[in-house]
């Protein structure tokens, strides 16, 4: 019997740090890839609104714009690619949904204090539980109603993209006149960027135990764009 918790223990364990590895060297840098864009594509519209300078309607505009609508529906894509030969968002919420024992309140709370005072440790406990809670549910493992809700969300700001994909960046669609009165628009687009990022904060914290954000760098990306068309600058865009 022994033996075999020890077992159940290591596969456990080997599936959380597959998890981690799937979280930090592939969605993460998707996600990542997709603020960046979208950060560029805003920076740039700014500047081209009311612009005589650079107006909006001109071919570079037009190519921005061509440009960025098949990057970011790729890039959604490749998060909400559900097949098993795959790494995605949405695949690692399914794993998720049928192991929700492995994010558990007893992993996220355990403490490497050795030094520190009762006191302190108890405060830092107080406010992982804390944490845990606001982010996984009230149980002693995340609530897998909280991962049905994060996959309809995915699924729902996301199904007019997949069809736009599907109709005009994989194929030529042969009925692409009838759905062009629904091409999704930036907005919508932008919409779906925001929920991955919403639902992917949630499980990079419960999973890498690690706060994450993008705003520094997305700052800098903004500063260099600025100033490459305020002064005609050959900087570089990082």
């Given amino acids: 019997?022994?033996?075999?918790?020890?077992?159940?223990?290591?596969?456990?364990?080997?599936?959380?740090?597959?998890?981690?590895?799937?979280?930090?060297?592939?969605?993460?840098?998707?996600?990542?890839?997709?603020?960046?864009?979208?950060?560029?594509?805003?920076?740039?519209?700014?500047?081209?609104?009311?612009?005589?300078?650079?107006?909006?309607?001109?071919?570079?505009?037009?190519?921005?714009?061509?440009?960025?609508?098949?990057?970011?529906?790729?890039?959604?894509?490749?998060?909400?690619?559900?097949?098993?030969?795959?790494i995605?968002?949405?695949?690692?919420?399914?794993?998720?949904?049928?192991?929700?024992?492995?994010?558990?309140?007893?992993?996220?709370?355990?403490?490497?204090?050795?030094?520190?005072?009762?006191?302190?440790?108890?405060?830092?406990?107080?406010?992982?539980?804390?944490e845990f809670t606001e982010w996984a549910g009230s149980g002693e493992y995340i609530d897998s109603e909280i991962v049905t809700k994060d996959l309809q969300r995915i699924n729902e700001v996301s199904k007019p993209l997949v069809k736009f994909r599907h109709k005009y960046i994989g194929h030529h669609a042969y009925n692409q006149r009838c759905f062009r009165k629904n091409i999704p628009k930036f907005k919508e687009g932008h919409k779906c960027i925001d929920e991955l990022v919403a639902v992917f904060r949630r499980y990079y914290l419960l999973i890498t135990y690690c706060n994450w954000d993008l705003t520094y760098k997305i700052n800098t990306i903004e500063r260099a764009i600025n100033a490459f068309f305020e002064f005609g600058s050959d900087k570089s865009i990082p």
């Fill in 88 to 130: 995605s968002l949405l695949r690692l919420l399914n794993k998720i949904k049928q192991n929700p024992e492995l994010i558990s309140r007893r992993a996220y709370t355990r403490l490497n204090l050795k030094n520190e005072s009762d006191f302190t440790r108890a405060c830092e406990k107080r406010r992982l539980n804390e």
């Fill in 1 to 86: 019997m022994r033996n075999r918790n020890r077992h159940k223990n290591k596969r456990k364990s080997h599936i959380k740090r597959k998890w981690k590895r799937w979280l930090e060297n592939h969605i993460r840098p998707e996600i990542e890839y997709l603020l960046r864009l979208k950060a560029i594509y805003k920076t740039l519209g700014k500047i081209f609104t009311n612009s005589k300078r650079y107006p909006q309607r001109s071919t570079f505009y037009w190519y921005l714009g061509v440009t960025y609508s098949a990057s970011i529906v790729a890039g959604i894509y490749r998060l909400i690619d559900n097949r098993n030969d795959v």
